[in-house]
């Protein structure tokens, strides 16, 4: 139901466009959002945007410098990374939530119900 794709290896302070194809049903749940995981790391909240809210929510470590957005015909939500750091490489999940979801729990990987498979990014220093 879910599609990740856009990982890849780059340079610090180089920039990545992720990509997540949905259903259209899966597209037209409650929210959708980033997760990632690093190495020995647990799987930490990125951003998400929950569709009756409008305004994305994103981590404060990534704030300003990712950036969520949507294109609602080709059903696919995507993740502009700019100003990578090192410290930025992860495996990359997008997930989506079918159910009604409160905002403050954007960043609840257990709000999700849908996950796919991740797309690794690798960035180099």
């Known amino acids: 139901q879910l599609q990740a794709s856009g990982g890849g290896l780059v340079q610090a302070g180089g920039s990545l466009r992720l990509s997540c194809a949905a259903s259209?049903?899966?597209?037209?749940?409650?929210?959708m959002g980033w997760f990632r995981q690093a190495p020995g790391k647990e799987r930490e909240f990125v951003g998400a945007i929950k569709w009756s809210f409008g305004a994305p929510r994103y981590a404060d470590s990534v704030k300003g410098r990712f950036t969520i957005s949507r294109d609602n015909a080709k059903n696919t939500l995507y993740l502009q990374m700019n100003s990578l750091k090192p410290e930025d490489t992860a495996v990359y999940y997008c997930?989506?939530?079918?159910?009604?979801?409160?905002?403050?729990?954007?960043?609840?990987?257990?709000?999700?119900?849908?996950w796919g498979q991740g797309t690794q990014v690798t960035v180099s220093s």
């Open positions: 259209g049903r899966t597209f037209s749940g409650h929210a």
């Open positions: 997930a989506a939530a079918s159910r009604p979801i409160i905002t403050s729990t954007l960043g609840c990987y257990s709000a999700y119900d849908s």
